[in-house]
């Protein structure tokens, strides 16, 4: 919860999270889930909003199968090979392995635009929080402090140092690695149900304690839960 809280911005993914946040706290919340955001930024060119084909781009994949997915997939949609880093993150176990000493070396070495993480839920945002933390302003962490934004060509700002995004598993949606979302069954909250029936023995008994274990942590944390950065 402490990552969530720490980042500049957290959108609400999961139905299941709107509905909840709706019905038990009276937050209308706008939904914008992984795969939307990543139609437009890895989609079909031409509905980009931003050119993410010019960026440099770490991608942290939990296997070698599923880089190779993703890659033939970028391959398809005109992303230049020499833009496409990788990483395989190890499978974290305790807090300590989030202090991810080899993916900060490798930041360092490719001094990525965009790190997109493609990791599980519940882990993705505390490697997030760590790669954050990196910004000290030391040249040799590959990312710099935090400070004025920077004029781009485009004549809009930029922040100094890559942009983390933590997506989970939805670039899998366009990949093939998981199963194919119509995008009117994301709009209606229906994406856990195509993933429950390509892969039930893995995503139901994720769903099945997720329902019950996310409302319970939500109201533990409720009275720090919305207060903004600078406020507490």
């Known amino acids: 919860m402490s990552a969530y ?37 890895v989609g079909e060119k031409s509905r980009r909003s931003i050119p993410f084909h010019e960026r440099r781009i770490l991608w942290v994949v939990p296997t070698a199968e599923e880089k190779d997915r993703i890659d033939y997939y970028l391959e398809d949609q005109g992303f230049p090979h020499q833009l496409r880093h990788w990483y395989y993150a190890p499978f974290y176990r305790k807090t300590e392995d989030f202090q991810d000493e080899a993916l900060a070396a490798k930041v360092a070495e490719v001094r990525p635009d965009w790190i997109i993480l493609c990791i599980a839920g519940g882990k993705q945002e505390k490697l997030g929080h760590f790669l954050r933390s990196l910004s000290s302003g030391s040249p040799e962490s590959g990312l710099e402090a935090e400070g ?26 366009l990949s093939g690695g998981q199963a194919n979302i119509p995008t009117w069954a994301d709009r209606l909250y229906l994406g856990w149900f195509f993933r429950i029936t390509s892969s039930p023995k893995v995503f139901l008994p994720r769903y099945w304690v997720a329902a019950y274990e996310f409302p319970l942590l939500l109201w533990e944390r409720r ?9 507490e």
Request: proline share 6%.
């Open 223 to 231: 009275g720090s839960l919305f207060v903004k950065k600078g406020t």
């Open 5 to 41: 809280q720490a980042s500049d911005w957290a959108v609400v993914d999961g139905g299941y999270v709107a509905l909840v946040l709706r019905m038990c706290f009276g937050r209308h919340l706008p939904r914008i889930s992984g795969l939307q955001i990543l139609q437009r930024l």
């Open 148 to 173: 004025p934004d920077e004029a781009s060509a485009e004549g809009t700002s930029r922040p100094k140092g890559p942009v983390i995004l933590c997506t989970g598993g939805a670039i899998a949606f």
